[in-house]
T-cell receptor, first 116, second 116 residues
Framework: NAGVTQTPKFQVLKTGQSMTLQCAQDMNHEYMSWYRQDPGMGLRLIHYSVGAGITDQGEVPNGYNVSRSTTEDFPLRLLSAAPSQTSVYFC???????????????FGPGTRLTVL | AQSVTQLDSHVSVSEGTPVLLRCNYSSSYSPSLFWYVQHPNKGLQLLLKYTSAATLVKGINGFEAEFKKSETSFHLTKPSAHMSDAAEYFCVVSLSRGGATNKLIFGTGTLLAVQP
């Protein structure tokens, strides 16, 4: 298994540009999440999905869109990039056990985004 | 409301000496707790997790953590530091009893330096 993969690894945008960060997992996990990591702030949840066709907002959703058309893929779209979106973005996936609780989240390697 | 506090932003130890990374949580009930490690320019890797079974949890690479409900703590320890342990460590708490929801709260991280 490749686990959770993210592309690109690095990206530089100009203010106002749009782009899509790709995330894919090959573990057949129902749940996928996007986080951003900023210095001194840990990780904060942007959006998450509990299955294909179902998404919801996290703690910091403004300026980002997501969709989940397949179990494997969960892209994150920046519609009009702003310098405040300069960050490292992590995608994660996990599943719910037969006992009803969520196992640990598996993280991708991250995308470093700079918005000028 | 649930929260997690990592008491030290930076910890420096000498190779071969013990490691202690401190984490306190606030929760209305016994949560699920995790420690993740992030090496430079890498994604997050699970070190260990507590999900209401044994209070002393053993993880990978010789790390362990003890859940102490009376002290609301989940400190990470290792008897002897290795140069390869130099990384950032995150204490993470789930938002519900026993991981019944998939939402996590991340601490702000502790950067561990290991001196030769």
């Amino acid at each position: 298994n490749a686990g959770v993969t993210q592309t690109p690894k690095f990206q530089v945008l100009k203010t106002g540009q749009s782009m899509t960060l790709q995330c894919a997992q090959d573990m057949n996990h129902e749940y996928m999440s996007w986080y951003r990591q900023d210095p001194g702030m840990g990780l904060r949840l942007i959006h998450y999905s509990v299955g294909a066709g179902i998404t919801d907002q996290g703690e910091v959703p403004n300026g980002y869109n997501v969709s989940r058309s397949t179990t494997e893929d969960f892209p994150l779209r920046l519609l009009s990039a702003a310098p405040s979106q300069t960050s490292v973005y992590f995608c994660a996936s996990n599943y719910r056990t037969s006992g009803g609780y969520y196992n640990e989240q598996f993280f991708g390697p991250g995308t470093r985004l700079t918005v000028l | 409301a649930q929260s997690v506090t990592q008491l030290d932003s930076h910890v420096s130890v000498s190779e071969g000496t013990p490691v202690l990374l401190r984490c306190n949580y606030s929760s209305s009930y016994s949560p699920s707790l995790f420690w993740y490690v992030q090496h430079p320019n890498k994604g997050l890797q699970l070190l260990l997790k507590y999900t209401s079974a044994a209070t002393l949890v053993k993880g990978i690479n010789g790390f362990e953590a003890e859940f102490k409900k009376s002290e609301t703590s989940f400190h990470l320890t290792k008897p002897s530091a290795h140069m390869s342990d130099a990384a950032e460590y995150f204490c993470v708490v789930s938002l519900s009893r026993g991981g019944a929801t998939n939402k996590l709260i991340f601490g702000t991280g502790t950067l561990l330096a290991v001196q030769p």
